[in-house]
């Protein structure tokens, strides 16, 4: 495969690779997202989301190349590859300006995971010629503004 972005071992040893959403990751990522917490859920999307339909599967991972670019991180088991973690920045009109988002499972909080997307995100919108990054995040939620504050977003 030659678009992976990297690959690497999460704390307990479950082989990770992170690389471009595509399409058919679809049915995948509906099965994954049903399984967020509501916490998880209200922090990505501002809203409780009973249940991701279709459709809304589809709104999340059919991007428009040219003003998008959604990662996915996946684990292998004996179904395939099943995604745990995301992370997309969209391109602003007009400006070198992009906004972010990121979301990882529940289970897969707090090894770093978030950081290393951000990371090939923030890489990924530099090397198109973005000089800026935004995010929009809930006040009380709290990893993901200390996660801004330690790659030095500032933080309004
Ligand atoms: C917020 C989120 C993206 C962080 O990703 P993550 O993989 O859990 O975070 P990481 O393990 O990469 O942690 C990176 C840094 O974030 C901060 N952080 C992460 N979890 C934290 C927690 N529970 N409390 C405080 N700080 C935390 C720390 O600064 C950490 O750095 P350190 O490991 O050197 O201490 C993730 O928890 C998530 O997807 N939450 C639900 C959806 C969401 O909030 N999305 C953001 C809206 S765009």
């Known amino acids: 495969m030659n678009d992976i972005v990297e690959t690497w071992h999460a704390l307990d040893g479950t082989l990770l690779e992170m690389r471009p959403m595509r399409p058919s990751d679809g049915p995948q990522v509906k099965v994954s ?7 998880a859920r209200r922090s990505r999307f501002f809203a409780s989301i009973a249940e991701f339909s279709d459709d809304a599967v589809h709104r999340l991972i059919d991007i428009d190349p040219a003003r998008e670019y959604l990662l996915v991180v996946l684990r292998r088991d004996d179904n395939g590859e099943i995604p745990i973690a995301g992370g997309r920045f969209v391109l602003e009109d007009q400006r070198p300006e992009c906004a972010f988002s990121l979301l990882i499972g529940d289970p897969w909080q707090g090894q770093g995971i978030g950081r290393r ?3 090939a ?5 530099s090397r198109r010629g973005m000089r800026r990054m935004h995010g929009h995040v ?19």
């Open 117 to 119: 997307i951000i990371k």
């Open 33 to 39: 997202l049903n399984k967020l917490s509501a916490d």
């Open 121 to 125: 995100l923030i890489r990924e919108a």
């Open 138 to 156: 809930l006040a009380d939620n709290r990893p993901m503004l200390a996660l801004a504050r330690a790659l030095h977003f500032a933080v309004r």
